[in-house]
């Protein structure tokens, strides 16, 4: 169908059926053969014909206007796909958590377009479960996502840890604890924790009880929030505690104290997740670029 309406088209630029069949290398009758067959399964003519040669109708001027655009799309995902099967790629999308992009995104973006200066960088500041919900329906090429999430796509999804950080309990700054420069998981046995939502942070409450556990103790369960900025105003609020990745090391809010824990088993790792498949030069650089300036920084 779509060759068809090319030669249509092509037929309308060149104003003849003579030049058409010449620049699209076939025979006039042929030509004329696949217009008879487009009319009858368009259900009326494309052209008129007299002594001038051949006139688009109406109906050939509405068939440009409407399909015009879908042939110029479709032209330019083609040329995308194939692109990307060479190992080349005009764009890449990115899904990220705001709050790491910081330290793991942006000081790499500059040395990334100067590599790759034709490819257009989209960035989409997305939780955990959107960026998988991204991943999963096509719409991202790379994903930086925290570990938990990522336990629930490694067989989806190609895995790559970017970082091994440590964890910080955020706690009421008003706490009898706040003002210690590190403590032990197991000081925190009894607290209320607050966890992100399985839809906002799926596995986040998982990885939680699992540092409780290791630590001799289960945790009791204060709530779920839908963000960090929920979670810090119901710490202060409620008297509740929470385990962050030290990526949101920093000032915090008031009422709000970090601290990190001195267990050798508390971490969190910073993953990386990719479409299966042919990896283009773009991605891998941009891969390479962020690991190197995490390597640099630690």
């Known amino acids: 169908m779509l060759d068809r309406i090319r030669t249509i088209l092509t037929i309308m630029e060149e104003g003849s059926l003579n030049r058409a069949a010449t620049r699209l290398g076939v025979s006039q009758p042929t030509l004329t053969r696949q217009i008879h067959a487009f009319e009858a399964e368009a259900g009326a003519p494309l052209f008129e014909r007299g002594s001038w040669g051949v006139r688009p109708t109406d109906l050939a001027y509405r068939l440009r206007e409407e399909m015009a655009p879908v042939l110029k799309a479709y032209d330019l995902a083609w040329a995308e796909i194939t692109a990307h099967a060479s190992g080349r790629q005009s764009q890449l999308r990115i899904g990220y958590l705001g709050l790491a992009a910081g330290r793991y995104l942006t000081p790499v973006l500059g040395k990334f377009q100067e590599a790759h200066p034709g490819v257009k960088l989209w960035l989409f500041d997305q939780t955990p479960s959107e960026q998988l919900q991204a991943l999963r329906a096509g719409d991202l090429d790379l994903a930086l996502i925290g570990q938990e999430g990522a336990s629930l796509a ?34 925190l046995r009894g607290e209320g924790f607050l966890v992100p939502s399985e839809e906002t942070v799926p596995g986040r409450k998982k990885w939680v ?33 929470s385990l962050l990745p030290d990526y949101l090391e920093g000032a915090p809010p008031p009422g709000i104290a970090l601290v990190r824990l001195s267990d050798r088993f508390a971490t969190w790792d910073f993953i990386l997740l990719r479409q299966r498949g042919r990896i283009t030069s773009a991605c891998r ?13 630690s």
């Open 285 to 297: 650089d941009l891969v390479r670029f962020i690991r190197e300036a995490n390597a640099r920084s």
């Open 154 to 187: 490694d067989d989806e999804f190609y895995l790559q840890r970017i970082a091994r950080v440590g964890v910080l309990a955020a706690l009421p700054s008003n706490h009898a604890l706040a003002g210690n420069d590190a403590i032990t998981l197991a000081e």
């Open 209 to 241: 009880a699992s540092l409780c556990r290791e630590a001799g103790f289960r945790p009791r369960w204060l709530g779920r929030t839908d963000s960090v900025a929920e979670t810090f105003a119901r710490i202060a609020g409620e008297r509740g505690v």
